[in-house]
């Protein structure tokens, strides 16, 4: 059966209506979302950027350029620069479309600016995991899985395989250890799927139960976190009132101490962060 569309443009389509979408550019036969930037210096493949020794001279040099001084803050801010597009092209797939963009070491790049910092990744991997019956179950990019189970399985063991010899890296050229690199991740790809939840007016505990299922399937592959991430209902009243607490420290506020805990940190007492959230309601102007 011909299709006239590829099931990863479904997945950028579904992003289409929310405010916040960050997703990566994309560049396969069948699909084509650039930037239009053309201030790229090189482009760093992951599975070699993080091979032999590579990634340490491009972590200093983005730390000189971009800060912060701090280690612990230094080495989440580069996994954002990097993963956080790839990390929202997969949570948005699954909760927006039931369909799981299948990330992969050899087909993710990062643009490396002049300035030492990063442009939007770029995915060149067209696979995608699909459920039994889906439209697209006969796509030639498309994968099978069994049931809702196996495709977590398989978004879950792409995405490690895809980013831990990055993170592996990173711990070894920081020494920021393994549960919070991917506490990082856990963390982001929860945001990922409460985020459209939120904005679009849905089921704020359905998009968390999900993301919940995938990080158990990740989980299970191989990362590793000390802790898992919250809901955090904070004004029972309101159709947004609800958001969340990550399970794993950031540390931004090494590297800012004056601005102090991030509204969603760990280490923020519920009472101040249930004021501040409470305040964003009032004044959106104050959200970050």
Excluded at 46 to 73: E, S
Aim: glycine letters at 8%; aromatic letters at 8%; hydrophobic letters at 45%.
């Amino acid at each position: 059966m011909a299709h006239q569309r590829h099931p990863l443009a479904t997945v950028v389509d579904a992003c289409t209506p929310l405010r916040f979408a960050p997703l990566p550019q994309i560049r396969t036969p069948e699909v084509l979302r650039l930037d239009g930037r053309t201030d790229t210096e090189h482009w760093y493949r992951a599975d070699l950027l993080a091979a032999n020794g590579v990634l340490g001279p491009v972590y200093d040099g983005f730390v000189a350029g971009h800060g912060p001084g701090h280690r612990l803050p230094a080495a989440t801010h580069l996994l954002r620069a990097l993963l956080r597009e790839p990390i929202f092209m997969v949570a948005a797939g699954v909760y927006l479309t039931g369909r799981a963009p299948l990330p992969a070491a050899d087909g993710l790049w990062f643009p490396a600016r002049a300035d030492r910092g990063f442009g939007t990744p770029m995915v060149t991997s067209p696979r995608v995991a699909v459920l039994p019956g889906d439209v697209f179950a006969d796509h030639p990019d498309a994968v099978v899985a069994a049931d809702p189970d196996d495709l977590d399985r398989m978004a879950a063991e792409a995405m490690l395989d895809a980013f831990a010899p990055l993170i592996g890296a990173v711990h070894a050229h920081t020494r920021l250890g393994l549960r919070t690199l991917w506490g990082w991740v856990l963390d982001t790809m929860h945001f990922h799927m409460l985020n459209p939840a939120r904005f679009l007016g849905r089921d704020v505990s359905a998009a968390w139960e999900r993301a919940d299922r995938l990080a158990e399937a990740l989980v299970s592959a191989g990362a590793v976190t000390r802790a898992r991430p919250r809901l955090f209902p904070f004004s029972e009243d309101h159709p947004r009132g609800t958001w969340a607490v990550r399970g794993t420290c950031c540390f931004d506020y090494k590297g800012d101490p004056e601005h102090g805990y991030c509204t969603t940190c760990p280490l923020k007492c519920d009472s101040q962060r249930r004021g501040e959230l409470q305040e964003w309601l009032r004044n959106p102007a104050l959200a970050p």
